[in-house]
């Protein structure tokens, strides 16, 4: 078209033409024009000054001028909410068309224009169109519920529209039913406590009905929307796997990926003894493998998608690591996902496949590849210990390639190698000195001083090269400096006859000319140490190493739960949860996997804890202190919550800052992420805090040492004291906080939890336990029940006390276990609890009371968003 | 779902911009040109996140078509989706050109409207979309009652891909088995993977709505079969059955009987379409063996010598052989011997490329040449890119047989015998290399 190729847009000129022709009387000159006029906007430019004449020629018979007319009423009527009510009589005469194409026309574009005063005149048109004969109406309707939903939820409430849209999953025809489960969930998304989708047993067969019959992508908004229900039992479970399987034969990969993401689910509360789970797992590999046939960017959703499975349940493609072989013409996007998978699947059986092919990509062109698969060689060492002679060997020989890159990935590697089998491949080391020069990146740096360090006693000339890298100490980043300054140390305590001098040198550079105070501590810990007990230095410094894990990046177990639950979804593609890259309350409810029953016992699960009534904003309630996601094997400690996003980078000028509160060690940190997502630099940040109820306040400074340059993420730990200025809050534990940088001054308010003020001697003497729950007075008493935990007592009680919740005293009363345990806040104030477990039932009882030392007041208040939390 | 929808061409101009959702802005449009379009560096995925929006990209030759989101919508099918998109606009204008684009940009955002609603992909069938999605205007609008509700009917029901009353004069079906046969082999010579990707295409002419039922030497339904008694022909059957490993179907096909009975059984849509797709990897037939040797003379001189042998029965052709030898960047002449076809350096491929027109089953041919080097002080060493091949045969590598098409028609007075039928096979090469 030959507006789009015009090089000079002469906008009063141009318009008036357009104008002119718009309002002339010949159809196909006024065609064109609104042809003109979109290709226009197409391209950005602001063609809303011809509204009126454009709106003018709607009232045509004319489909396709009709068509484009609504393309442009979509674009403009809210810059021109006064003239776009011009535009409504048209609607609700073509909504009462005789041809169903252009009711379903009329109706959907209507649902496009966000004009409050338009949204009131397509209630009465939507209300008959859901119920029209015909089922393209109906279909088109139903997605406008949604449309009209996002404008104005109260409206669609009122007017009855949801109560319509429910009814439509009984409609008879498919694609009707489709399209209202996508509106439907849509819906249920921002009201995550509504039930609004309501399945049972009933609607989900209606549903596995429609799945047979309905289009590619009909069947995919009907597969998502089944992985949200929660069967009742396990044969309920099983015949709905029976159901989705067929689907793992269809042509389109997003209906493939949705169908394993029900089965992946509803795996969960299959009997693994059972027949058919074995079955099941039998029958999800080739899928799976069929899937890397697809296009490269389907590949690419489909190996992320296959990380994760391949985390949660190795046994599928145990056999299949050959398919994941890197082939030559693959985008790099499906190579590198690739590496990660075949690390993932190396064992015993196939490690000797997986070198050879990993030999060969380290000699590929693409740099951030070929680093990978030298990394992954150091993985497959450490994971599978028979290997790690040939891994070894393998390494050196790639180090002789003198490929900078490679040489420094493979020291780094290598490092690793020896953490994991200590004195068996040192003779090595001669090896890696020799290309102590090429070494430009600090990672490879650090390990190779790490190196030096850890077996000066066998380099001869180790003092030589540590004083090398000493000349330059200033310029190095600090995690050289660190292992340097920790490498020397352990030179000197080695061979301190002949290293003093240098040993001097560094702990003065380290703590007289250096700005970090990491790394000053570090200096003065070891300059004290050795001045006062070279003997205890020893000991600190030479001490034995804990073991390194077999795996890494591995996903944490709850966030591999949740991203199970979006399999298929842009999740599962970032590996976030989606409350990490969603705004609004959309995708803020987290997901979980069902809980595996007892084979038969056929026990309801009670709500998903997000929806037990409480603010889920509130981080570290009750159900969080028992770390439900976590499943065995947690470590022991206080519960800290995944990082939130606090501050929006639209609220900030392009500073985010996601956090979360934590204790360690009796200390209080506030974990915050900074990411800068504008387009300069940052720097100067400083932080403080409004009064708040415990007076928390910084206890420093904020460290932000480098300029956070744009897309950069920087993670700070503040250390927080309790001696700032108390005001009371509401809701009692939220705080304001203000950060300054060199740009502005951001405020914004987050709320901690309160097990975070939960201090470390807050056991109570077990003899005054008794006496002080007798004097309570009964209106400082709360009961709360916490459901679905499958602990027992003494699991709970070990959680708990890492969150500083101490079990004075237990007894069992009728097959139920009592808890009673002592809780002190930092202010003083006493917390006293009895927690009844019913075995056999997930169900724990907690009754409270409290006992005030100092500020009656305040106490109360406590206990109610405490315990109210959950 | 989302958001929205743009088209650019390879300088990052905006060619098509539709937005379904509010949260989606127009400076999403220039975010995407900026960040990806104009990036500097090779694209490192096809999902871009910038600053809260998800960018899903597919490119077809220099037009780019982007899919924008804020929520967390499933990939897979967005992708798919998009993939959907090119095949509708292809078969609606043919080829996805910046030309061709600009030429029918109404027609594209016609379809825009009715294949997404509010970010919903809804019936994409080309088949349906062509009923009442026409470019002739006034003229090519249903007029009558019936016409429109026989129209809306088909976009909305459970077929979606097949309109009723077709009618042929001569009912005729075409099969197509082609296969691509993917190999990687190491110097040596040893297998490290192979495969069998392969497609059945149908062409039927069929009138009414004809019932049909697919059958080929599946080695679950021949075992099957086997074991009721009812092989009547054991030594034809037995030995060459196939196992599959896996394989999906045209949304035509009745994927819960195939789950139950292993039948594959549709009512086909009219014209071309890919009834089913399927992979194997056991008993591969590899039509090719490529047996390198590279010697280095030296630090300026490579000799390369590399035979084809022919692994097929000698009555058959292998057509179109292509074999694709790598040679260093640093080349600076090359001489190459050939026994058969033509062979040539390609400077700008960095290649030798041997061409042989035909070669017959069971036969060998050899290459040999000598690269000289220019000498350099690039301390990398040369990565030795496979050598890879091109070539076609005329029978399916998987061993794959078609046994049975059977069509039924009830209401039409044409039985399974007046179908016309044609079956042919063509394996081809997919990425067949062999490391040197």
């Known amino acids: ?870 | 779902m989302i958001g929205g929808l743009f088209i650019y061409n390879h300088k990052g101009e905006v060619l098509i911009s539709r937005v379904y959702r509010d949260d989606i802005g127009r400076n999403a449009v220039d975010a995407f040109r900026v960040n990806v379009i104009h990036a500097r560096q090779q694209v490192r995925s096809p999902v871009t996140n910038i600053a809260r929006t998800s960018f899903f990209h597919v490119k077809r030759s220099n037009i780019w078509l982007a899919a924008v989101t804020k929520q967390n919508v499933n990939a897979a099918m967005v992708f798919e989706f998009l993939y959907k998109m090119c095949d509708v606009m292809t078969a609606y204008f043919g080829k996805i050109s910046e030309e061709n684009i600009k030429n029918n940009f109404v027609l594209i955002y016609e379809l825009l409207d009715e294949i997404l609603d509010f970010g919903y992909p809804q019936n994409s069938e080309t088949g349906a979309l062509k009923t009442f999605i026409t470019q002739q205007g006034i003229k090519g609008q249903p007029q009558t009652k019936e016409e429109q509700s026989q129209i809306t009917s088909q976009v909305t029901g459970q077929i979606g891909w097949r309109r009723e009353g077709i009618k042929y004069r001569r009912n005729e079906l075409f099969l197509d088995v082609l296969e691509s046969v993917n190999l990687l082999m190491s110097p040596q010579g040893q297998v490290l993977s192979a495969h069998v990707s392969g497609r059945v295409m149908m062409k039927s002419y069929l009138s009414g709505m004809p019932e049909c039922k697919f059958g080929m030497n599946d080695k679950i339904v021949i075992d099957k079969q086997g074991k009721g008694g009812t092989t009547d022909d054991p030594g034809k059957s037995g030995k060459q059955s196939i196992a599959i490993d896996d394989c999906t179907f045209h949304q035509c096909v009745r994927l819960s009987k195939f789950d139950s009975e292993r039948s594959i059984s549709f009512i086909p849509p009219d014209g071309e379409y890919e009834l089913m797709r399927y992979r194997t990897t056991k008993d591969i037939i590899l039509p090719f063996r490529v047996i390198p040797l590279v010697r280095e003379v030296g630090r300026t001189k490579l000799e390369v010598k590399v035979v084809i042998k022919s692994n097929f029965k000698p009555s058959l052709l292998a057509q179109k052989i292509e074999v694709r030898i790598p040679t260093p960047l640093n080349t600076s002449g090359v001489q190459v011997i050939c026994m058969k076809g033509k062979a040539k350096y390609k400077a700008s491929e960095n290649a030798i490329v041997w061409k042989i027109k035909r070669m017959a089953g069971m036969k060998e041919s050899q290459i040999s040449a000598e690269i000289e080097l220019l000498p350099t002080n690039d301390k990398k060493k040369w990565a030795r890119p496979p050598i890879s091949m091109n070539f076609e045969v005329p029978f399916a590598p998987s061993g794959l047989k078609v046994r049975y098409l059977k069509v039924f028609e009830s209401k039409l007075n044409y039985s399974d015998h007046d179908v016309i039928k044609w079956v042919r096979y063509i394996g081809r090469s997919g990425i067949y290399e062999t490391r040197c």
């Open chain 1, 1 to 870: 078209l030959k507006v789009i190729n015009c090089c000079v847009w002469d906008p009063s000129g141009e318009i008036f033409e357009l104008k002119a022709e718009l309002n002339s009387d010949k159809k196909e000159k006024k065609k064109e024009a609104v042809k003109k006029v979109i290709a226009s906007m197409t391209v950005g430019k602001d063609v809303s000054a011809l509204f009126p004449d454009v709106v003018n020629c709607m009232q045509t018979d004319n489909l396709e001028l009709k068509k484009l007319v609504y393309l442009y009423l979509m674009n403009y009527a809210k810059s021109q909410p006064d003239m776009a009510i011009m535009a409504v009589n048209t609607f609700v005469k073509d909504c009462e068309d005789p041809n169903p194409l252009i009711r379903a026309l009329a109706v959907r574009t209507m649902g496009c224009i966000r004009v409050d005063k338009i949204t009131e005149y397509l209630c009465e048109p939507l209300r008959k169109c859901l119920k029209d004969e015909d089922p393209y109406v109906r279909k088109t309707a139903a997605v406008c519920v949604a449309k009209l939903h996002d404008i104005n939820a109260q409206l669609v409430e009122d007017q009855g529209f949801l109560d319509t849209l429910k009814d439509l999953i009984s409609d008879s025809n498919p694609m009707v039913v489709a399209n209202a489960v996508a509106a439907l969930s849509e819906i249920a998304e921002s009201h995550p406590n509504s039930n609004l989708l309501d399945l049972n047993p009933q609607t989900i067969n209606k549903l596995l009905t429609a799945l047979n019959e309905c289009t590619e992508w009909g069947q995919i908004f009907i597969l998502d929307c089944l992985a949200n229900y929660m069967p009742c039992d396990d044969r309920e479970s099983q015949s709905i796997c029976e159901r989705v399987t067929p689907r793992l034969s269809h042509a389109n990969s997003a209906v493939v990926l949705s169908a394993v993401k029900v089965l992946m689910k509803f795996m969960e509360m299959l009997p693994k003894d059972l027949d058919y789970y074995g079955t099941l797992l039998k029958k999800l590999a080739p899928p799976l493998v069929t899937l890397l046939s697809a296009e490269a960017e389907l590949q690419y959703v489909a190996l992320r998608n296959i990380n994760l499975i391949v985390q949660k349940r190795p046994e599928i493609l145990k056999h299949e690591m050959k398919v994941f072989f890197v082939k030559y013409n693959d985008p790099i996007y499906v190579k590198l996902e690739k590496l990660d998978i075949m690390i993932r699947l190396a064992s015993q059986a196939n490690i000797a496949q997986v070198l050879a092919e990993l030999k060969e990509y380290a000699t590929e062109v693409d740099v951030d590849f070929v680093r990978k698969a030298v990394r992954a060689i150091g993985r497959c060492a450490i994971k599978v210990e028979q290997s790690a002679e040939r891994c070894v060997s393998t390494l050196l020989d790639l180090i002789q390639t003198k490929v900078n890159y490679v040489v420094q990935e493979a020291i780094v590697v290598i490092k690793d190698i020896f953490r994991k089998y200590p004195n068996k491949y040192e003779s090595v080391i001669a090896t890696l000195c020799e290309n102590l020069d090429s070494l430009d990146e600090p990672e490879a740096r650090a390990a190779m001083i790490w190196i030096v360090g850890e077996y000066a006693e066998r380099i001869d000339n180790a003092d030589e090269l540590l004083e090398s890298f000493l000349e330059g100490f200033h310029d190095e980043s600090a995690q050289v400096q660190l292992q340097l300054l920790t490498a020397i140390v352990k030179l000197f305590l080695k061979k301190p006859t002949e290293t003093q001098e240098l040993v001097q040198q560094v702990l003065s550079l380290a703590t007289q000319d250096s700005d970090n105070p990491d790394l000053r501590d570090r200096g003065y810990i070891y300059w004290r140490l050795l001045s006062t007990d070279p003997v205890a230095a020893k000991e600190v410094v030479l001490a034995e190493k804990p073991l390194i894990s077999e795996e890494t990046d591995l996903i944490e177990p709850t966030l591999l739960e949740e991203l199970i639950c979006h399999i298929g979804t842009l999740a599962s593609v970032y590996h976030k949860p989606p409350s990490a890259f969603v705004e609004g309350s959309r995708g803020v409810q987290h997901k979980r996997l069902p809980a595996r029953m007892g084979a038969g016992l056929g026990v309801a699960p009670a709500a998903m804890p997000a929806s037990l009534g409480g603010a889920p904003a509130v981080g570290g309630g009750l159900g969080d202190l028992f770390d439900l996601g976590g499943g065995v094997g947690m470590p022991t400690g206080s519960y800290v919550a995944p990082k939130t996003v606090w501050l929006l980078a639209i609220k900030a000028k392009g500073l985010e800052i996601s956090g979360t509160f934590a204790r360690r060690g009796g200390i209080i940190q506030m974990d915050l992420s900074l990411t800068n997502k504008a387009m300069s630099v940052m720097t100067d940040f400083a932080v403080q805090f409004n009064r708040n109820s415990f007076g928390l306040a910084p206890a420093g400074p904020m460290q932000v040492l480098t300029p956070l340059s744009p897309n950069q993420t920087i993670d700070v730990s503040l250390p927080l004291s309790m001696s700032g200025p108390v005001m009371k809050m509401e809701p009692l534990n939220n705080l304001q906080v203000a950060v300054k940088n060199n740009i502005d001054v951001f405020y914004f308010s987050c709320q901690y939890p309160l097990s975070l003020l939960f201090v470390e001697d807050g056991r109570f003497y077990r003899q005054v336990f008794l006496a002080t729950w007798k004097d309570i007075p009964n209106d400082s008493e709360a009961q709360f029940q916490i459901k679905d935990i499958h602990l027992n007592s003494d699991v709970a009680s070990n959680k708990l006390q890492g969150s500083n919740i101490f079990t004075i005293a237990k007894r069992t009363v009728e097959g139920q276990d009592m808890l009673y345990q002592s809780i002190k806040l930092t202010n003083g104030i006493w917390v006293l609890a009895e927690m009844r477990i019913q075995t056999g039932n997930p169900n724990y009882t907690k009754t409270n009371g409290f006992r005030d030392c100092m500020q009656k007041q305040m106490y109360d208040s406590t206990s109610v968003v405490r315990f109210s939390s959950k």
